[in-house]
């Protein structure tokens, strides 16, 4: 397969609880990026997090990487039922090949 | 300033047509990827256009292929259509190649192939 693992495949939590989604590849990385895709339309860019970098942050969304386990998460916080959607991480391999993670399909209940 | 856009939204096809997909990328971008995403799954790359070349290649047959235009907009072409082709296909556009640069999405073209 193509995509890279991303976990859990699907959450349901509650409006105000925090929601965190994970992302993993295999081989080392120029950047990462996490995308929100609302209803199988356009992917909407959240961040961008390159390899030197640990964590950014953006509103309410948080995301962190770790090179030492190929892995990055998507943390937002105070979720509001607006935030009900896909998420995706694509990461950019060293030698420009780009790859999309399989997504978390989020809802928030309100 | 008009963001990515694709069309036509959606588009019937017949087995064995050929289809024609077109994006014109945000205003100042040079770049322009294609992907292919079938339902609940990740969008899976096709390729990459820029300086009117194709710079990258995913794992698609060559029954898909592409172009981009001076003005940096860009068509995806798909031959011999078969029924997993049927699939949302999304453009995006960034600058120089995308190294560490935030990539716009369209809202996609839904194509059916029946």
């Known amino acids: 397969s193509q995509q890279g693992e991303e976990d859990p495949q699907a959450l349901s939590i509650q409006e105000g609880e925090n929601a965190t989604m994970n992302c993993s590849y295999k081989?080392?990385?120029?950047?990462l990026q996490w995308y929100r895709q609302n209803s199988g339309r356009g992917l909407v860019h959240l961040i961008l997090?390159?390899?030197?970098?640990r964590e950014k942050h953006s509103g309410r969304l948080r995301v962190t990487l770790d090179t030492s386990k190929k892995s990055s998460s998507l943390l937002i916080t105070a979720s509001r039922a607006a935030d009900t959607a896909s998420y995706f991480c694509?990461?950019?391999?060293?030698?420009?090949?780009?790859?999309f993670g399989a997504g978390t399909r989020l809802t928030v209940k309100p | 300033d008009a963001g990515v856009t694709q069309s036509p939204t959606h588009l019937i096809k017949t087995r064995g047509q050929q289809v024609t997909l077109r994006c014109s990328p945000k205003?100042?971008?040079?770049?322009v990827s294609w992907y292919q995403q079938a339902l609940g799954q990740g969008p899976q790359f096709i390729f990459q256009?820029?300086?009117?070349?194709?710079?990258q290649r995913g794992n698609f047959p060559d029954r898909f292929s592409g172009h981009q235009f001076p003005n940096y907009s860009s068509e995806l072409n798909v031959n011999a259509l078969l029924l997993g082709d049927s699939a949302l296909y999304l453009c995006?556009?960034?600058?120089?190649?995308?190294?560490?640069?935030?990539?716009?999405f369209g809202q996609g073209t839904r194509l059916t192939v029946v």
């Open positions: 995006a556009s960034s600058i120089a190649g995308r190294m560490n640069t935030e990539a716009f």
């Open positions: 081989t080392s990385i120029n950047n």
């Open positions: 997090i390159r390899s030197n970098e």
């Open positions: 694509e990461y950019q391999y060293n030698n420009n090949d780009m790859r």
């Open positions: 205003s100042g971008h040079d770049t």
């Open positions: 256009y820029y300086e009117e070349e194709e710079r």
